[in-house]
């Protein structure tokens, strides 16, 4: 009877093992199948002019502005001045910031190739301390671009300076 269960405690754990060296094959052919079908999608290179020259249609100046150490309660503005190099003219199809903190305004105009234009991007620094903010410019359609504020809100005193006894005492004399 002791050799009929040690050899059945035998199988059952020789059948335990090649059960769990199939269900991890199978995960590992999965994972591999899922991996090689994602790559083998072709990618689209961003922002580039319809023509497929390869260009960018939005050449930014610069794409990230430090305001630096700026007061709590003074709005800031920013212009991101940039460029078409693409061979269409297009339009700022959106402007969109991150939070309501942060207010974008852009000219709804068509912007031909060569022509340079701006986004004024303004910051309301209620808050103290330091933030980044990212603002999503959408044009031709689905092409997008990101330019993003950051600073540090320094906290401003809720109270004035306290009175100077001296110069009250000057002005008794």
């Not at 305004?105 to 991007?121: H, L, M, Q, R, Y």
């Not at 330091?130 to 330019?147: A, D």
């Amino acid at each position: 009877m002791f050799t009929i269960c040690n050899l059945l405690l035998r199988f059952i754990i020789f059948e335990s093992t090649i059960t769990k060296i199939v269900k991890n094959t199978f995960t590992l052919i999965c994972v591999l199948a899922l991996a090689f079908s994602v790559s083998a999608q072709t990618n689209t290179p961003k922002n580039t002019s319809p023509a497929g020259t390869g260009k960018e249609a939005l050449d930014f100046k610069e794409t990230v502005y430090d305001f630096g150490k700026i007061p709590q309660g003074k709005p800031v503005t920013h212009d991101f001045e940039f460029t078409n190099t693409g061979d269409s003219a297009f339009a700022l199809d959106n402007v969109q910031a991150s939070c309501g903190c942060t207010t974008p305004v852009w000219n709804k105009d068509i912007i031909a190739p060569g022509e340079t234009a701006k986004i004024t991007v303004g910051y309301n620094a209620q808050n103290d301390g330091q933030f980044v903010k990212p603002v999503t410019i959408t044009y031709m359609g689905n092409k997008t671009r990101q330019i993003i504020i950051k600073g540090e809100v320094w906290k401003t005193p809720v109270t004035s300076a306290p009175e100077n006894s001296s110069v009250s005492s000057l002005k008794n004399e």
